[in-house]
C-alpha cells in the first residue's frame, strides 16, 4: 500500500472469464476518494482511460439550463498545463485515438483511447482536465454555438424528444424536469436577464460538483500494474476533494395520481406507431444476482408460441414487441413495453393492453419457474465462459461507471449482468405485482394525431406535439377482471440451449503469430465458399456469412422493394426459430442491398449449421400466402422510406453522395415513387424469379469444420436447384456490378436539395482520387489523419460553422476519395468557402511537421491498421468486407501499413498539388448539399414551386468561387444551358438564378485559363441521373486472387 492509496484488491480477487487470460486488473482508492480499476494487458496495442463524475445535468442552476453539458465542452479547450485549446485533441488524434464526452442527469463521462506506448502523456493532458481548467473568456463565448449546434442537430430526433417530453411532464421541482442540453438561449439570453455570468458559474460549479470521491476512473495499458499505479498516483492524487459535494438521489418522478393512469398522445417526427407501456417497479440493481427485471422482461418479450407477441401478431395487430427496464443513473426503475403497431393495431390498443393484462395475469398465476431461469442461468454461463475481449475504450467506460455504485463488490464489475445464481421467487413475485392499471402510464406515438387531437399542447424546447389524459376508468376496470385466455402461455423448453455445461479448461494453445486468411473450399457455377479455420480466438463460436447475388435487383428499383419485402416476411415466418436460436447465443439477421441481400449467423458453434440449414430450406421454400401480413410489411416499409428524408441533414447529404457517385443506386424518392405499384400479386410473382438465377458467396469461420463447410454449401446448391430450379448466372449479369462514376480532371460539380424538414444546412465535399491502390489508400489515410484535427479547430471550434464535421477517406466500388462533411446554420457557400481555406493551409500544416510528428502520425496510424480484432466476429466482418467488395484483398490493412512505413512529406504535398489544390491537373471536385426545410411563413403553392427550384439553385451557384465566376446575385448572365436541359419549350431565356424554370437540368460554365492551365469546368446540376448519363463509370473492381479451390 503507498502513501497515496487507501485500499486495494488484486487481480486474484475478481471473477473473471477463464476465457480472459491476457488481463490483469488491480483496484485502488486515492486517498482523494477516487475509485480506480486499473486494467494491464502486455499484448494491447490501444491503450484506453474513463472518467465517470457522479453530477450532471440535475444539477443545473435554474438561470443556466444546459450548464453541466457546457461544462463538458469546456474542458477539452485548454487547461493550465496545457493552455492550447487543441493540444488535447491534437495528442489524442496524432497518435492514432479517439475521444469523446457524454452528459446525462447524474453522471458526466470522459473517455479517450490512443496508441498505447503514448498512454503517459495522454493521462496527462487528460487529469488536467480534472486539476487545472482554464475555462477561458473566448472559448467560453465560441463553445456555446457548439452546443446549441449540437442542439439543432438533435431537434427534430423522436429520441430527444421523447425523452425531453416525458420528463418535462413531471413535477416542476423535481431534477429530472431540467433541459439539460441547454442552448444558445439558455447559455446566454437566460442567464443575461437573471444578471449571471456564464465563466463565473462554470467555476462555481466545477468546484462544487468535480470532487474527486465523486470520481470513478478505469485505465487500460500495456504497462504493469504497479506502473499503472504509479502514473495514476502521479497525475490524479491531486484531484481536489469537495467535503460537501454529494451525489443527488433522485426519486421517481413518475408516482403519484398525476403521473399514472394517464394516457399521453405524442406527435412523433417520422411515422410510426408506437404503444409504449410504463410500471413504477421497485429497484433491482442492488440485486444484479438474482436479475428479477430480467425473467420478467424475458418472458413477455418472448417470440415463441405462447408468447403474447404472437397472440397479437395473430390479430395483425402488433408487428414487434420489446420490453426492458430503465435504472439509467438514478435511484428508482421503470419497466417498459414497447410496441409497433399495425394501422388496425391503433385502433385497438385498448384491446392490446388487454392482452397484456392477460399475459401478466398469467403469469402470476403461474408463479416464477425455476426451469425458465436455469435456462436463462445456463446461458449466462456460457456467455461469461466464453466472453471475448471488449475493446479497451468500452471496457474502460463501463467499468468506470459500475464503480460508482457500492453495492457492487469491485470483483464483480466483470461479471455483472451475467450471475443468475440466485433464483427468488419473492422478488420476482413482487416485480409482477407492480405491473397493474393503477400503476401505468400508457404512451402512445402516432402522426396521425397531428390532425385527430383536438387539443394538442407543445413543449417548450422541441416543440413536441402532445396531449394528456386520464386512461378511460372503463378500461381500467375491464383490465383488472380480464379473464385467462389459453393461447398465452409460458414458453416451451429452448431446444437451441447447449445440453451441458461449458467446460472449465479451454484447449491449451496459442494464437498464431500471423493468423491465415480464408481459403476457397468449394467453387460451383451457383456456390462460393471461403473457409477459415479459427486460429486465434479458440472459443466454440463460428461465424456464417451469406450474400445471394440476384443481378435483377439491380435493373429496376420495384424488384429492390419486392426482395425486401420476402426478406421481411421471411423473417416473420421464421420468428420462433431465430428468436430461440438467438436466447440460446446464436444470433442471426438479414441484410438487404442494391444488388441482393445477405443472412449472417454468428455465436455458439454447437447447432449452428443444424440453423443454417433449417433457414436456408425454409427461404428455398417460402411462397408468401398471406396479403393480410404483406400489406402491414409493405405499410411498415413505406414509412421507413418516408421517414429516411427527415434524417439529419449530414446524413441525408452522405447519402446523395452514395447517389451520385454510384451507378443503379436508387434514390429514396425512387423507391417512394415505386413501392406502390408493389402490391401481394406481384411479389408471389417475383420470389420464384428472384431465386432462379442467382450467386451465392460464404464465408464459414471459426470453430467449425471444413466438411461441414462444405457440405452445408452443397446442400444450399442442391435446394435452390431443387426447390427454385436456380441456374448459374450468364457472364453479363456477373459482370453486372456496382461501379463508380469518373468525374472529370479540373472540375467542379454541385448538386443539391431542400430538406423537407431540418432547419439547417449540410455540405459534403468530394475530392476524387481514384482507384484504390495499397500505397495510394495509405496516402490518402495519412492525409486525412494529419488534416483531420487541424480543420475541426479551423472549421468548428475556431469559426464556429457547426457541431457534426468530418474530415475523412471515402471509399466505394473500388473507387477513393476525400470527404469532407459540415452540419450547420450557415449557408452552404460559406461552409464551402471554409472547406476551400482550410485546404489552402493544409501544404502549410504538412510542411511544418517535424519527422518526428511526421512518425507519429504514421505509428498511429500504423496502430490502426495493424490492431487486431478483439472478437472472432470482427475479424470475420474483414474478410466478409473484401469478399462483398469483390477485391478479396485478405491482407489490406498489412499491405497498407508496409506502404505506410515509407511515404514521405514530400509526397503528401504532391499528392495535395496533384488532386486537392485549386487548379490542381487532377482536381475532381464533387459537393453534395442539403438546404434548410422552407420556415412555415415561407412556404410555397404547388403552382410556385419552380421559385424554390430557382432559389436552391441560386444558393448552390455561390458555392465553389472560382476566381472567374461572375457575380452569384446575376448568376445567369455569361453562363449557358446545357445542352441536354430537359425544359419543356425548346428555347428558354436565361435571367436571374432565382427566376430559373424547375426543370433546368443544370449551368455549365467553361473557363479559359492563362498559361498552361486547361478549361476550368464549373457545373450546378439538378438532376443526378442525366449527370451520370454523360459521364464515365471506373471498371469494375478487379479480385486480387484466383478462384482455385486448395
Known amino acids: 500500500m503507498t502513501p497515496n492509496t487507501l485500499k486495494l484488491v488484486d487481480s486474484e480477487e475478481f471473477l473473471k472469464s477463464t476465457n480472459d487470460t491476457d488481463r490483469h486488473y488491480r483496484f485502488i482508492q486515492l486517498t482523494n476518494g477516487l475509485k480506480v480499476l486499473l486494467v494491464s494487458d502486455l499484448a494491447t496495442k490501444t491503450a484506453a482511460a474513463s472518467l465517470s463524475v457522479a453530477t450532471g445535468g440535475s444539477r443545473d442552476p435554474a438561470t443556466v439550463p444546459g450548464l453541466a453539458h457546457f461544462l463538458e465542452h469546456m474542458l477539452f479547450l485548454g487547461t493550465e498545463r496545457y493552455p492550447n485549446e487543441r493540444d488535447y485533441s491534437n495528442y489524442i488524434t496524432c497518435h492514432g485515438g479517439s475521444y469523446n464526452a457524454s452528459t446525462y442527469y447524474n453522471d458526466t463521462n470522459y473517455y479517450f483511447s490512443i496508441s498505447s506506448e503514448h498512454l503517459k502523456g495522454a493521462l496527462d493532458r487528460f487529469s488536467a482536465f480534472f486539476t487545472c481548467p482554464l475555462f477561458t473568456e473566448s472559448c467560453t463565448e465560441r463553445e456555446m454555438n457548439a452546443v446549441h449546434e449540437e442542439f439543432q442537430k438533435n431537434l427534430l430526433n423522436d429520441l430527444f424528444r421523447e425523452n425531453r417530453l416525458f420528463y418535462s411532464l413531471v413535477s416542476a421541482d423535481h431534477p429530472l424536469n431540467k433541459f439539460i442540453s441547454g442552448n444558445k438561449h439558455t447559455l446566454t439570453d437566460v442567464p443575461k436577464s437573471h444578471g449571471v455570468n456564464v465563466r463565473e458559474e462554470l467555476f462555481n460549479f466545477y468546484s462544487t460538483h468535480y470532487s474527486s470521491h465523486l470520481m470513478t476512473l478505469t485505465i487500460v495499458g500495456k504497462e504493469s500494474l504497479d506502473d499503472l499505479q504509479s502514473m495514476t498516483q502521479e497525475y490524479f492524487s491531486d484531484v481536489k476533494r469537495n467535503e460537501t459535494a454529494e451525489v443527488l438521489k433522485l426519486s421517481s418522478p413518475f408516482e403519484g395520481p398525476s403521473q399514472v393512469m394517464k394516457e399521453i398522445h405524442v406527435v412523433p417526427m417520422r411515422d410510426k406507431r408506437i404503444l409504449e407501456l410504463s410500471f413504477n417497479v421497485p429497484y433491482t440493481l442492488s440485486h444484479y444476482r438474482s436479475s428479477p427485471d430480467y425473467y420478467v422482461s424475458h418472458l413477455i418479450g418472448h417470440e415463441g408460441c405462447g408468447s403474447l407477441l404472437r397472440y397479437l401478431q395473430q390479430s395483425n395487430w402488433v408487428l414487434s414487441l420489446m420490453s426492458y427496464n430503465d435504472n439509467n443513473d438514478y435511484a428508482f426503475e421503470t419497466f417498459f413495453v414497447s410496441m409497433e403497431l399495425t394501422d388496425e393495431g391503433l385502433e385497438h390498443m385498448y384491446d392490446i393492453v388487454t392482452a397484456f393484462f392477460q399475459y401478466v395475469k398469467m403469469m402470476r398465476e403461474e408463479g416464477p419457474q425455476i426451469r425458465i431461469y436455469e435456462e436463462l442461468k445456463k446461458m449466462a454461463e456460457w456467455s461469461f465462459r466464453y466472453k471475448e475481449k471488449a475493446s479497451e475504450a468500452a471496457l474502460a467506460s463501463r467499468c468506470s461507471k459500475l464503480l460508482h455504485y457500492d453495492f457492487i463488490p469491485v470483483e464483480h464489475v466483470l461479471k455483472f449482468g451475467l450471475f443468475y445464481d440466485q433464483f427468488d421467487k419473492e422478488l420476482i413475485e413482487e416485480y409482477v405485482k407492480c405491473l397493474t392499471p393503477q400503476n401505468m402510464r400508457m404512451i402512445v406515438k402516432a402522426k396521425k394525431f397531428e390532425k385527430t387531437e383536438v387539443d394538442l399542447q407543445t413543449e417548450h424546447y422541441f416543440g413536441t406535439k402532445y396531449s394528456v389524459k386520464d386512461v378511460p376508468q372503463e378500461w381500467v376496470e375491464k383490465w383488472e377482471q380480464c379473464e385467462l385466455v389459453s393461447e398465452l402461455y409460458l414458453p416451451e423448453p429452448n431446444p437451441f440451449i447447449p445440453d451441458n455445461s461449458p467446460p472449465d479448461q479451454l484447449d491449451d494453445k496459442l494464437p498464431a503469430e500471423e493468423p491465415s486468411v480464408p481459403e476457397l473450399a468449394y467453387n460451383s457455377e451457383l456456390c462460393r465458399l471461403w473457409y477459415k479455420q479459427d486460429d486465434r480466438f479458440f472459443v466454440p463460436k463460428a461465424v456464417f456469412e451469406l450474400v445471394f447475388r440476384i443481378p435483377m435487383m439491380l435493373w429496376h428499383p420495384r424488384y429492390n422493394i419486392l426482395a425486401n419485402l420476402f426478406i421481411r416476411l421471411l423473417q416473420n415466418d421464421l420468428q420462433q426459430l431465430i428468436y430461440e436460436a438467438e436466447l440460446a447465443g446464436i444470433s442471426s439477421g438479414a441484410a438487404h442491398w442494391q444488388n441482393g441481400f445477405e443472412l449472417t449467423f454468428k455465436g455458439l458453434s454447437e447447432k449452428m449449421v443444424l440453423l443454417v440449414k433449417t433457414v436456408v430450406d425454409q427461404m428455398c421454400s417460402f411462397n408468401p400466402a398471406d396479403e393480410e401480413k404483406f400489406n402491414s410489411y409493405k405499410d411498415l416499409y413505406e414509412r421507413s422510406l418516408q421517414n429516411a428524408l427527415l434524417a439529419e441533414p449530414f446524413k441525408l447529404a452522405s447519402s446523395l453522395a452514395n447517389l451520385a457517385l454510384l451507378s443503379n443506386f436508387y434514390s429514396v424518392e425512387d423507391m417512394l415513387c415505386t413501392i406502390s405499384r408493389c402490391n401481394f400479386e406481384a411479389l408471389q410473382l417475383f420470389v420464384p424469379q428472384m431465386l432462379s ?71 459534403c465535399t468530394y475530392l476524387q482520387v481514384g482507384p484504390q491502390t495499397d500505397r495510394s489508400s495509405a496516402l490518402v489515410d495519412l492525409y486525412c489523419q494529419i488534416c483531420s484535427d487541424p480543420f475541426t479547430a479551423q472549421v468548428r471550434t475556431q469559426k464556429q460553422l457547426g457541431y457534426v464535421i468530418f474530415f475523412n477517406s471515402k471509399r466505394v466500388a473500388g473507387i477513393q476519395g476525400l470527404f469532407l462533411l459540415l452540419q450547420s446554420s450557415s449557408p452552404v457557400h460559406v461552409c464551402d468557402a471554409a472547406f476551400e481555406q482550410f485546404l489552402e493551409c493544409v501544404p502549410s500544416i504538412i510542411e511544418k511537421l517535424s519527422e518526428e510528428e511526421l512518425a507519429d502520425f504514421k505509428k498511429g496510424l500504423e496502430k490502426m491498421y495493424l490492431e487486431r480484432p478483439k472478437k472472432l466476429s470482427q475479424e470475420a466482418y474483414r474478410y466478409w468486407s473484401e469478399i462483398l467488395s469483390g477485391s478479396y484483398h485478405f491482407k489490406r490493412y498489412s499491405s497498407f501499413a508496409e506502404e505506410l512505413r515509407t511515404l514521405s512529406k514530400q509526397e503528401l504535398i504532391e499528392f495535395h498539388n496533384r488532386h486537392v489544390a485549386k487548379g490542381a491537373p487532377h482536381r475532381r471536385k464533387l459537393s453534395l448539399a442539403y438546404l434548410p426545410a422552407l420556415k412555415e411563413s415561407e412556404s410555397l403553392p404547388e403552382e410556385d414551386e419552380k421559385k424554390d427550384v430557382g432559389a436552391v439553385f441560386a444558393e448552390l451557384a455561390k458555392c465553389g468561387s472560382p476566381d472567374w465566376l461572375p457575380n452569384g446575385a446575376q448568376i445567369g448572365v455569361q453562363m449557358e444551358l446545357c445542352s441536354e436541359s430537359n425544359v419543356d419549350s425548346g428555347e428558354t431565356e436565361i435571367g436571374p438564378a432565382g427566376d430559373l424554370p424547375s426543370k433546368v437540368n443544370g449551368l455549365s460554365l467553361e473557363h479559359e485559363s492563362s498559361g498552361d492551365k486547361k478549361n476550368e469546368i464549373f457545373e450546378v446540376v439538378t438532376c443526378l441521373d442525366r449527370l451520370k448519363s454523360k459521364l464515365s463509370f471506373y471498371p469494375v473492381t478487379q479480385p486480387r486472387l484466383d478462384f482455385e479451390v486448395k
Open 693 to 763: 438465377c442467382v450467386h451465392v458467396e460464404i464465408l464459414a469461420h471459426g470453430n467449425v469444420k471444413k466438411e461441414e463447410a462444405i457440405e452445408l454449401c452443397q446442400y444450399l446448391e442442391d435446394t435452390l436447384k431443387t426447390k427454385r430450379n436456380s441456374k448459374q448466372l450468364l457472364m453479363s449479369e456477373k459482370l453486372f456490378r456496382l461501379r463508380c462514376i469518373q468525374i472529370p480532371d479540373k472540375s467542379e460539380i454541385i448538386y443539391g436539395e431542400r430538406s423537407i424538414a431540418q432547419p439547417t444546412h449540410a455540405l
